[in-house]
Structure formats: C-alpha cells, structure tokens
C-alpha cells in the first residue's frame, strides 16, 4: 500500500472494489485527474461482499492498463478502514462517483462517518448519464449470461474478461 507523493497538495483517494472496473469508473478517474494533483486508485482487500469474480493482482492490473494514459494516477490496495489508509495516505480528499440519487442516500453517512474518523471530506462526481446504469455487478450479471460487456469496462477489462470466457454465448 503506497501514500500519495509528499509533493501533491490535493491528493486524492479514489476507493472502490473495482470487481471488475467499469466505464463509469474511469470516467470518473479521469474527471478527477485533471482536477486533483494526484489521484490514488485504492482496491478495497476482502469486500464485505460476494466472493470476488477477479482476484486483487488482476483488479489492480487491470486499473493499471486502464489509466496508463494518466501520468497522475497511481493504483494500490487497502485493508479494513478506508478512514485509516486515507490518513497514513497523506490524503486530502475521498473521490466517489454518482450514479443514481440512491447512491447519494448511502454515500452521504458513509462520507460523514469517513470525515468522523479520519478528517478528510469526501468529494462527489456525477457520474456521466452515459454510463449512469453502469454498475460492476450488472456487467458481472449479463457477462454470466452470455452478453457482450465491451461497451461497459474499459478494453483492459474486456481482454480478461473473455480469457475468463472466451466467446459469449448467442442470444
Ligand atoms: O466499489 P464499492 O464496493 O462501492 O466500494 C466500497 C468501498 C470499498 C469504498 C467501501 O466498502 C469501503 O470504504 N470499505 C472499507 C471499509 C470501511 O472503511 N468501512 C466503513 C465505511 S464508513
């Protein structure tokens, strides 16, 4: 797990289980670079979730191919408080996306109690209508069902996904 460089005055924590990256993610990662000095990609280690479809090594390498075209992002990994990595971070701020006005309800006491313990406030980016319906588990759920997931995660995404399952299934 790496801090955000001692240089960036406004670095940025963009957290998420990434299982896998969608569009919208990057969307969002790239709104928030060219806002933020320094925006760190955090993939969370042992979601209260499901059993992840990818493991970790292949979450973040994915991230990695996917953002290699900005200088300022950089991609790690945390265990247990976000509120925690974000200090020993030097973070300045918490990066969320917004889909739905359902996200917000949810996001809004996990921002309040993420500020409660560690002091950094959370910044929230629209994410864009394009890729509104857009979720991880909605491309893992249609994948699982045969549909082609390439206009939903980024390239680097969709060349793991069909070594996982090479061709999917007709209609
Ligand atoms: O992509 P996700 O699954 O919506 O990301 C959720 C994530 C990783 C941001 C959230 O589960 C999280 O912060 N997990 C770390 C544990 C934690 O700090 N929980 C308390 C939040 S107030």
């Known amino acids: 797990m790496n801090g955000v460089p001692s240089q960036s005055r406004n670095a940025a924590i963009y957290p998420g289980s990434f299982d896998p990256m ?59 408080l976000l509120a925690n990595f974000v200090r020993h971070a030097g973070a300045t701020v918490i990066v969320k996306g917004l889909r739905v006005v359902s996200d917000f309800e949810s996001e809004m006491s996990t921002a309040l109690m993420n500020r409660s313990l560690s002091g950094v406030d959370t910044v929230f980016l629209p994410s864009d209508p394009k890729w509104s319906f857009v979720s991880s588990t909605l491309v893992k759920e249609v994948y699982n069902l045969g549909a082609d997931v390439a206009d939903y995660v980024p390239p680097a995404v ?12 007709p209609a």
């Open 22 to 80: 969608t569009r919208g993610h990057l969307d969002v990662i790239e709104r928030a670079a060219a806002i933020f000095d320094t925006v760190v990609v955090a993939v969370v280690v042992n979601p209260q979730k499901r059993e992840p479809l990818f493991t970790l090594d292949e979450r973040e390498e994915m991230i990695r191919e996917a953002v290699s075209h900005l200088p300022n992002v950089q991609v790690t990994h945390f265990r247990g």
């Open 158 to 169: 969709l060349n793991v996904m069909r070594s996982k399952r090479p061709e999917p299934r």
